[in-house]
């Protein structure tokens, strides 16, 4: 079994900076998740074990960056230039697919860490 744990999320002002952490027990493809309410679960990103492989929903790229230290068995998303459309809960999630994990059926997942930004 995977374990997971996000941690990061809080409130910030449009054009500030936040990066979220998740401990990723396991040699698994990681990435990241977010909802906000009334909507569906929406795809961020994702990187592979090794640290490639990296993939980024349009909305974020170039503002968002993932990456890893497996020697701490911590996955960041650094998130840059946040807008108030970033407001969400992301989830964590991990999967030894790293498709399978892009396209929402990752087998394990955190329990979420609120993300609010203000304009």
């Known amino acids: 079994q995977v374990h997971l744990v996000e941690s990061g999320g809080g409130l910030v002002q449009a054009g500030d900076s936040l990066r979220l952490s998740c401990t990723a027990t396991?040699?698994?493809?990681t990435g990241w998740f977010r909802q906000a309410p009334g909507k569906e679960r929406e795809f961020v990103a994702a990187v592979a074990y090794s640290d490639s492989d990296k993939f980024y929903a349009d909305s974020v790229k170039g503002r968002f960056t993932i990456s890893r230290d497996n020697t701490k068995y911590t996955v960041y998303l650094q998130m840059n230039s946040l807008k108030s459309e970033d407001t969400a809960i992301y989830y964590c999630?991990?999967?030894?697919?790293?498709?399978?994990?892009?396209?929402?059926?990752?087998?394990?997942w955190g329990q979420g860490t609120q993300v609010t930004v203000s304009s």
């Open positions: 999630c991990a999967d030894l697919s790293e498709d399978r994990l892009r396209i929402g059926k990752a087998a394990y």
């Open positions: 396991g040699r698994t493809a």
